[in-house]
């Protein structure tokens, strides 16, 4: 799971402050689009965000400024404790086996994109991945999810079957739910901890930018249920 190419982007997270992102990572907006029966279908790119060699992005969910820090978290009292567990994601995982792919599965990483729905569910539609029209529904919905919560494997190679991305940021809008999602990290970015704990570097991560995740660096889906909004 763990990229090996070379790492030229990383986000710092502050003790009870903003992500601090180097390395002239591109940001834009992604929304989540449905089909008319409301399900999540595809990724639609949104607003991109001029260059910027350095930036800091807000955690607390309550700058003015948003999706940039204004430090509002110093006059809230924002608590930012990283809670989420620090061990690699194949450690973490559930394995569901299916005849020619397998799935793993970390339930608390979970950024309620709900990419994993339509079809029948992607847990159903492992164990049909010998029939081409299953398995393709398959692969596409798992390489959908945001923070990589859901992986597809070749059982064959034993490799993860993962999308291909550049190293990005995007922000989460979810119009269906009237809500806006979490910091979406791709590519291999590498996420620091505000101790110095360098996390595993994966394709795909969210992470909380509402300041009410319960798994904090990472989005736990919170967002949804207040209804965190980054217009200002």
């Known amino acids: 799971m763990t990229q090996q190419k070379p790492i030229d982007a990383k986000v710092q997270i502050s003790k009870n402050g903003p992500y601090i992102v180097s390395g002239d990572i591109p940001l834009n907006k992604e929304i989540i689009s449905t089909n008319d029966d409301d399900e999540s279908v595809k990724w639609t790119q949104g607003q991109k965000y001029p260059s910027q060699g350095q930036y800091a992005l807000c955690r ?4 003015g400024n948003k999706p940039f820090c ?10 930012g404790t990283e809670t ?3 061990q690699p994601y194949l450690e973490q995982a559930k ?3 299916g005849p020619t792919m397998s799935l793993t599965d970390v339930e608390n990483l979970c950024a309620f994109a709900r ?3 339509p079809h029948g569910q992607v847990w159903n539609l492992v ?4 029939n081409p029209s299953a398995s393709k529904h398959f692969v596409s919905q798992t390489c959908d999810c945001p923070s990589g919560r859901l992986v597809a494997w070749d059982n064959e ?3 993860p079957i ?5 190293q990005s940021i995007g922000l989460i809008e979810d119009p269906v739910k009237g809500c806006s999602g979490p910091v979406w990290l791709r590519g291999g970015v590498q996420l620091i901890g505000a101790d110095g704990f360098e996390y595993e570097v994966r394709n795909r991560v969210t992470l909380c930018r509402c300041g009410a995740s319960q798994n904090k660096p990472f989005c736990d889906g919170t967002h949804a249920s207040i209804g965190f909004s980054d217009e200002n």
Not at 70 to 79: A, L, N, P
Not at 127 to 130: F, I, P, V, W
């Open 157 to 159: 190679t034993g490799k």
């Open 162 to 166: 993962e999308p291909k991305y550049e």
């Open 60 to 63: 607390c969910g309550r700058s």
């Open 70 to 79: 204004d430090g509002s978290h110093m006059k809230t009292g924002f608590d």
């Open 84 to 86: 989420a567990s620090r």
């Open 127 to 130: 164990g049909e991945t010998d």
């Open 115 to 117: 990419f994993c729905d």
């Open 95 to 97: 394995v569901i086996r």
